[in-house]
């Protein structure tokens, strides 16, 4: 079974802090993205990936940015943390299977709920 | 560009009852569709989802949607709802002429009562 790891469950930081939020996924899945889930917003990408050092931004992708260093990882970083990013955070992979890629589902991690003071 | 309208923002049923939620698309084309379930405390799980073909879709946990392209609507039903079916659900569309970008509704909490 597909298995994406958030690497924090809870975070609390303080406005103006650097933090990273990291997440692994152990099937080899080229493509790995982040969202932001708000209540009545529903999820809203941020960032996304189809491969290594590959990366675009989704729709809301101010005040953060990403790392893909190798295939099974993807790091979402807020440069300079603000109270209005306190949200949880979800990050997804999938495979890619020939151009259809949404023949392969997005596979979440359990999130990482984030709260900025 | 895509977007997703869910309707309603809660519903509760009555166990045993059956269920319909309700999603609306509005893309150019026939779009891919996806409904998934998140448990609290968890993330997204895929239910079900429609690229062509056969307009209605079975998934997982007994759950059916059915794909009306007259009525930009892809709604998901259960004739018999289990307490543990208790949830968020969110309906997400994707273009079918490619790229990463899947677009969520606002989500419908479920309420099972016993």
């Known amino acids: 079974d597909v298995k994406v790891t958030q690497s924090s469950r809870y975070l609390v930081k303080r406005t103006g802090e650097k933090v990273f939020l990291e997440c692994v996924q152990d099937?080899?899945?080229?493509?790995m993205f982040w969202y932001r889930q708000d209540p009545g917003l529903g999820l809203r990408l941020i960032y996304f990936?189809?491969?290594?050092?590959?990366?675009e931004k989704g729709d809301i992708p101010e005040g953060y940015s990403v790392s893909r260093e190798k295939k099974e990882r993807f790091s979402l970083i807020l440069e300079s943390a603000s109270t209005n990013q306190t949200s949880m955070y979800l990050c997804?992979?999938?495979?890619?299977?020939?151009?259809?890629?949404?023949?392969?589902?997005?596979?979440f991690g359990n999130g990482t709920r984030l709260t900025v003071t | 560009a895509q977007s997703v309208t869910q309707p309603d923002i809660h519903i509760t049923v009555s166990e045993g009852a059956s269920l319909e939620l309700r999603c609306n698309y509005s893309y150019g084309a026939t779009p891919y569709l996806f409904w998934y379930v998140q448990s609290p405390g968890q993330g997204l799980q895929l239910l079900l989802k429609y690229f062509s073909g056969d307009t209605l879709v079975q998934g997982i946990k007994g759950f059916e949607a059915e794909f009306k392209r007259s009525q930009s609507s892809f709604n998901l039903r259960k004739p018999s709802v289990h307490w543990s079916d208790a949830a968020e659900y969110f309906c997400a569309v994707a273009p079918t002429g490619g790229g990463n970008k899947l677009t969520f509704g606002t989500g419908t909490q479920l309420k099972v009562e016993l």
């Open positions: 990936s189809y491969d290594v050092k590959m990366k």
């Open positions: 997804a992979s999938s495979f890619v299977l020939t151009a259809r890629i949404y023949n392969s589902p997005l596979h």
């Open positions: 099937m080899d899945h080229e493509n």
